[in-house]
């Protein structure tokens, strides 16, 4: 039982540095997307007090999920794997998902929609990191790793049904972090490699027709008559635009002007390069370097093994986020409806992120250091 006195010592623990960063980054975006969503002109000023009160709700998530300690959560990995299996399935039953941008993977319920596999993102890394422990250190054959590839084999499967290829990657680098920090034998991860590369016609093919068309226009950025181009073309002009100094805030022409689609979310860094320029840019980026740091010092320093995984696993799972959303951003990866976190408007996505932010704040107050 937690004692004044503990609870104290425990709160100590916690890594202010990524906290800190963290705040930096939320109030950043709430600058830009005052921008972005014109507030200047319009006066209307909901979407920044949805965004407030989702980090509002996202805090008070953190505080409720540092109460309990992560290996109690884990104790529960079996009950969690079938919550999420369940949540994934049930946008798919007819009447019940959203379909927002091709995808099948939203819940409305009442007056609240959330995308639930954001809610998965936590609680399959809680589950899938328990499985993993036991791995440690022996996943040199297939016999160890493929039972590791059909306990995730569902989840990547119910993505694909929705169909959400974003989402999907998200959760393989997800796995493939995890794996790694078990010590994955070298030679099959370039085996892994090899047989990635050779299935991609095979994966083109069972593509849905909007992600096909993603992938031609990426192969061809010029061609404003691939659908999906208009928005990477004005987020380059945006970027290009705005120089080293930038046009200053709500000064961007195509931002204030609506040339550049979804830019309160997808599409938001376009709005920091054309109006804070590559000085702004660099700053973002350069917090997002330290927040990523910041976990890899506390999964470092975890406990017990398990701890490790879960930090690794939301790490990965920000690592991913943020380069492919700068880089579909910048025309370098095909695009995909991934937020950029902490900026990008969206209740269930900031909720989400400061909820795993949660966990490794988490395994951090519970740190104590050893080696592996």
């Not at 990547?156 to 049904?161: K, M, Q, S, T, Y």
Request: net charge positive.
């Amino acid at each position: 039982m937690l004692t004044y006195k503990n609870t104290l010592k425990l709160i100590k623990e916690l890594d202010w540095k990524l906290i800190i960063t963290v705040l930096a980054i939320f109030c950043f975006g709430i600058v830009v997307l005052s921008s972005a969503t014109h507030v200047n002109e319009t006066g209307d000023y909901s979407q920044l007090y949805k965004q407030g009160l989702a980090f509002i709700l996202g805090m008070i998530m953190i505080i409720g999920i540092l109460c309990l300690d992560y290996n109690f959560l884990g104790k529960y990995y079996k009950g969690l794997y079938l919550v999420s299996l369940l949540l994934l399935a049930v946008v798919l039953v007819p009447g019940l998902g959203q379909n927002r941008g091709g995808a099948v993977s939203w819940l409305k319920i009442g007056p609240l929609d959330f995308q639930t596999s954001e809610l998965v993102k936590l609680t399959f890394i809680l589950s899938y990191a328990k499985i993993v422990e036991s791995k440690k250190g022996k996943l040199n054959n297939l016999k160890e790793i493929i039972p590791l590839v059909i306990y995730a084999f569902p989840f990547i499967g119910l993505l694909f049904a929705q169909p959400d290829l974003g989402t999907a990657i998200v959760f393989c680098c997800i796995i493939a972090g995890m794996l790694f920090t078990a010590g994955l034998d070298i030679k099959l991860i370039k085996r892994a490699i090899i047989i990635a590369l050779v299935s991609l016609p095979i994966m083109y093919m069972m593509m849905a027709s909007h992600q096909k068309v993603r992938i031609e226009a990426f192969l061809h950025p010029d061609d404003p008559s691939y659908e999906g181009n208009y928005q990477v073309i004005q987020s380059m002009i945006a970027i290009g635009s705005g120089g080293f100094g930038g046009k200053g805030l709500y000064n961007g022409s195509q931002s204030q002007n609506d040339f550049l689609p979804v830019q309160d979310s997808d599409f938001i860094f376009a709005v920091i390069g054309e109006e804070l320029g590559v000085w702004g840019m660099t700053l973002v980026i350069a917090l997002y370097i330290v927040f990523l740091l910041r976990m890899l010092v506390i999964a470092r320093e975890a406990k017990d093994f398990y701890g490790t995984l879960i930090v690794v696993g939301v790490m990965s799972m920000f690592a991913y986020q943020i380069i492919q959303n700068i880089g579909m951003t910048v025309a370098l990866i095909p695009v995909t409806g991934v937020t950029l976190p902490f900026i990008s408007y969206g209740g269930s996505s900031l909720l989400t992120s400061l909820a795993n932010l949660g966990l490794v704040l988490n395994v951090c107050m519970r740190k104590k250091k050893i080696n592996f």
